[in-house]
């Protein structure tokens, strides 16, 4: 029989050093699952954080508990919802004409067209102005649309007994709003004015390398906030408000949109900017922001498709455009009125954006939306 074998001897140092091995070993898993257990809370953590920076504060409501007061006259619409509004021009019953005004982006009721006074008085001329949804003391609008803004001008028009029918005008991202009631309500349109309009790039009926060029006219910072409103509107809240890159340059206060005209308007400008605190008091996304979702989205009808509400000559519809705009490119202008050769079409050399604000150019605004039935009444008498 074989012997057995001899048993080996293990020296203490080399026992320790075995030791130390496996101790080793387990000590570089139980780190690794930590690793992947603080990277997944991170994760987590980061995806909570940017998810709350893209959810806006709730609505600071006009006439709540916590909320601005009501300052101005407001109607109840039917969804429960508060429009507010102002009256300007000759009392509503010895006016001739009557006009409903939609103010732009980051304004409220009271930028007005500076109408002049002989001019009202001459044409007999009511005008109104109201805070579109979400802006100065008109509630907020959860479900606002091109449709539903249309919905609320002809709401107003009733509640404020103007008949059967009136005038519209807008200006900037107002005007492009005119476009939703010449679809929705031409009915209840006696003349529409499109001032300065703001034009969605992503109309199916302009041409992709004409929108294309104008888009890249803009800021390269309007041009990435316009791009989020319409491809991930989701963010717009976030976009205009995160602090690592500049916002539109309109909430910014930028004066780099304006032209050397626009910059020579300016004390006529600051001057009705008065009321400028009003403007975003409930909130910059129920203001805002929302504006620019809802103006820059894909929108369920496109303009250019439109036909003549007023095939009779019974009325008119007019667009004003400055040749030196740097917030709405004359070339979309000039290509909407090739396309829709019913429309009336003024193009003034020389001017920027905010060109209505000088009162010759808001008289002849005015004067242009009634002259037809001003002529009808002269071939009458």
């Not at 387990?26 to 709350?52: C, D, E, P, Q, T």
């Not at 006009?62 to 101005?72: E, L």
């Not at 995160?242 to 916002?247: L, N, S």
Request: proline share 7%; with cysteine; glycine share 6%.
């Amino acid at each position: 029989m074989a012997p057995p074998p001899a048993s080996r001897k293990v020296s203490a140092a080399a026992a320790r050093s075995h030791t130390r091995k496996k101790q080793k070993v387990s000590s570089f898993k139980i780190s690794r699952g930590i690793v992947s257990k603080l990277l997944v809370v991170f994760l987590v953590g980061v995806f909570a954080w940017f998810y709350h920076a893209t959810q806006p504060p709730s609505p600071n409501i006009c006439g709540s508990p916590n909320g601005p007061p009501v300052t101005s006259s407001r109607i109840k619409l039917k969804d429960g919802r508060h429009l507010s509004y102002i009256e300007a021009g000759v009392s509503k019953g010895k006016a001739r004409y009557k006009a409903i005004m939609i103010h732009g982006f980051d304004s409220c009721k009271h930028d007005l067209f500076p109408v002049s006074q002989e001019v009202v008085e001459e044409y007999s001329i009511y005008l109104l102005s109201f805070d579109r949804a979400g802006y100065g003391e008109s509630d907020p609008n959860p479900k606002m649309s091109v449709k539903s803004i249309a919905e609320d001008v002809e709401e107003l028009a009733d509640k404020m007994e103007l008949g059967p029918k009136f005038y519209l005008m807008g200006f900037s991202m107002g005007g492009a709003y005119v476009w939703g009631s010449l679809k929705y309500i031409p009915h209840r349109l006696a003349g529409a004015a499109l001032v300065a309009p703001v034009s969605n790039y992503w109309w199916p009926s302009f041409p992709r390398n004409l929108s294309k060029e104008a888009y890249r006219k803009l800021l390269p910072q309007d041009q990435r906030a316009i791009g989020i409103a319409h491809y991930a509107p989701w963010l717009t809240y976030w976009w205009n408000t995160q602090k690592w890159f500049a916002p539109l340059s309109v909430i910014a206060g930028s004066t780099e949109i304006l032209s050397e005209n626009d910059k020579e308007l300016l004390p006529q400008i600051l001057d009705r900017k008065k009321h400028q605190v009003q403007v975003r008091q409930q909130g910059e996304f129920y203001s805002l922001h929302r504006d620019m979702m809802v103006g820059f989205d894909s929108w369920e009808f496109d303009p250019l498709n439109l036909t003549n509400p007023f095939p009779n000559s019974e009325g008119s519809v007019h667009l004003w455009q400055g040749t030196h705009d740097l917030l709405v490119d004359v070339s979309l202008s000039r290509y909407i009125v090739q396309k829709l050769p019913w429309i009336h079409y003024h193009e003034i050399p020389d001017v920027g954006h905010m060109f209505p604000y000088a009162y010759v150019m808001s008289d002849a605004i005015v004067k242009a939306l009634v002259l037809r039935d001003q002529q009808l009444i002269l071939q009458e008498s």
